[in-house]
């Protein structure tokens, strides 16, 4: 019975340390810090994942598809910031995400902000935006090559 409790625990505490979706963390310093190494950009989704429609809405037709998650793998550290209704995140997790609110000024969901490798802000989008992932390809920058605008 002991093991059986033990391993329901382990499970649960697993299960809750990696709410964010598949490909992006929900640690921003942590990716930052890999962001700086791998010579990538930061992308930050501010999302309601649980009640935001348009939030839904951008993740399916966006973020779900191939096209962004190979751009993304090659060019981007993605990191979701969630405030969800219906389930509870790790109080590390709250506090950061609460504090990342304030810190960027974030008013509404879906938000988006781009970083470049040093954490500057480098674009914003607010609410959905079927034409993100081309939006994007214009603002990133990679190594050795400067974006188009």
């Known amino acids: 019975m002991k093991t059986f409790i033990l ?22 310093e942590k990716s930052l810090t890999k962001a700086k190494e791998d010579q990538k950009m930061v992308l930050l989704d501010f999302t309601g ?5 348009y939030c839904i809405k951008l993740d399916e037709e966006v973020f779900s598809k191939p096209s ?10 993605l990191v979701e910031l969630d405030y969800p209704r219906g389930k509870n995140l790790p109080k590390k997790t709250k506090e950061q995400n609460d504090s990342l609110k304030s810190k960027y000024g974030i008013s509404g969901y879906p938000t988006i902000i781009l970083l470049d490798s040093d954490g500057k802000e480098a674009a914003r989008w607010i609410g959905y935006k079927a034409t993100l992932l ?13 974006s188009a605008k």
């Open 134 to 146: 081309d939006e994007l390809k214009d603002k990133v920058k990679t190594p050795g090559k400067e």
């Open 49 to 53: 994942s649980d009640w935001c429609g």
């Open 7 to 28: 391993s329901v625990f382990a499970l649960f505490t697993v299960t809750s340390a990696s709410l964010a979706k598949t490909g992006w963390d929900d640690d921003y």
């Open 68 to 77: 962004f998650k190979k751009f993304a793998k090659e060019n981007l550290v």
